[in-house]
């Protein structure tokens, strides 16, 4: 019992330890940087929450890891949210969980350990969630990208180079992840942005190498003024290659991959059954 009521004033006392930090954290950050307002938060409840502990996040994790952390919300296409919010949720859950956890697993008799782990848990799933949506659109831009490079440059061809018209065309019919971000490239070059810029915001907000390759092919043929049509339907022509040699690779890896599973469960049984009926016929005739 003693035991268990100095484990209630000792976690009591350092969760009142860690707000007043919070709170520190935040006054300074909101002296050093004036011009940096937490007006781009959202006005929901749960951000509200969080809006103690962002001015931590710029504390605890450096200017690269935050950038890394805006890019993988952009492959994931999560607008909801901005990257300070992000790791201030994973901040919480990891400092949070335990804290609130213990208090309460002291009242019920409940080891700290397994709120620590818990903690652990809601620091990384976040991560783990983000990484799942990252591999699932990736995974379908890669899937569409040669169809789409091939549409792309026929597109381009027919319309005399244009790109605006051909992004906005093929963008409206292809759909998809990969149609669904060229028709936002379409809709922002009619807006008034610069061309190379749309085209670099595609590859930024994918993240994928291929579709990087392409937008780079196109930004080449546009900056030397060669026939976009053209250098397109290259890559792609290219891309096609390249998707039939991994193919063959896969093949070839998958025949090395099964030759021991068949000559466990198909060779083996199969000498069993043949080698049997001579084995018996000759321990008969030494036994008799």
Same mark, same amino acid.
């Given at each position: ?22 709170? #520190? ?9 004036? !011009? ?11 951000? *509200? ?33 901005? !990257? ?50 990252? #591999? ?12 789409? !490079? ?47 810029? #749309? ?13 990087? *390759?392409?937008? *780079? ?29 991994? #193919? ?41």
């Amino acid at each position: 019992m003693q035991h268990s009521l100095v484990v209630g004033i000792f976690t009591m006392v350092a969760a009142l330890s860690l707000l007043l930090a919070l709170d #520190a954290a935040r006054k300074r950050v909101l002296e050093r940087k004036p !011009a940096r307002s937490f007006q781009t938060i959202g006005k929901t409840a749960w951000v *509200q929450g969080m809006s103690s502990v962002i001015p931590l996040v710029f504390v605890i994790f450096p200017e690269d890891v935050r950038l890394q952390t805006e890019r993988r919300l952009a492959w994931a296409d999560i607008e909801e949210i901005s !990257a300070a919010e992000f790791l201030a949720i994973k901040l919480a859950s990891a400092v949070g969980i335990p804290v609130i956890g213990g208090m309460a697993g002291t009242l019920l008799g409940i080891d700290l350990l397994w709120f620590v782990l818990l903690g652990g848990v809601g620091y990384m799933l976040p991560d783990m969630i983000i990484q799942d949506k990252i #591999a699932k659109r990736q995974k379908a831009i890669r899937r569409d990208l040669t169809e789409f !490079a091939t549409l792309l440059a026929t597109t381009l061809q027919a319309g005399g180079g244009d790109v605006y018209l051909a992004l906005n065309e093929v963008g409206t019919h292809f759909g998809g992840v990969l149609g669904t971000e060229v028709q936002r490239a379409a809709h922002e070059i009619a807006s008034g942005k610069r061309r190379a810029d #749309a085209l670099q915001g595609i590859a930024d907000r994918c993240g994928v190498d291929e579709l990087t *390759q392409l937008v *780079q092919v196109m930004l080449q043929a546009e900056k030397y003024g060669t026939p976009i049509a053209e250098a397109v339907r290259q890559h792609a022509a290219q891309v096609r290659l390249m998707r039939r040699y991994q #193919a063959e690779k896969i093949a070839n890896e998958a025949v090395v991959k099964m030759t021991f599973p068949m000559l466990v469960f198909i060779v083996g049984p199969l000498l069993v059954m043949l080698a049997y009926p001579a084995f018996a016929q000759l321990r008969n005739i030494l036994l008799y």
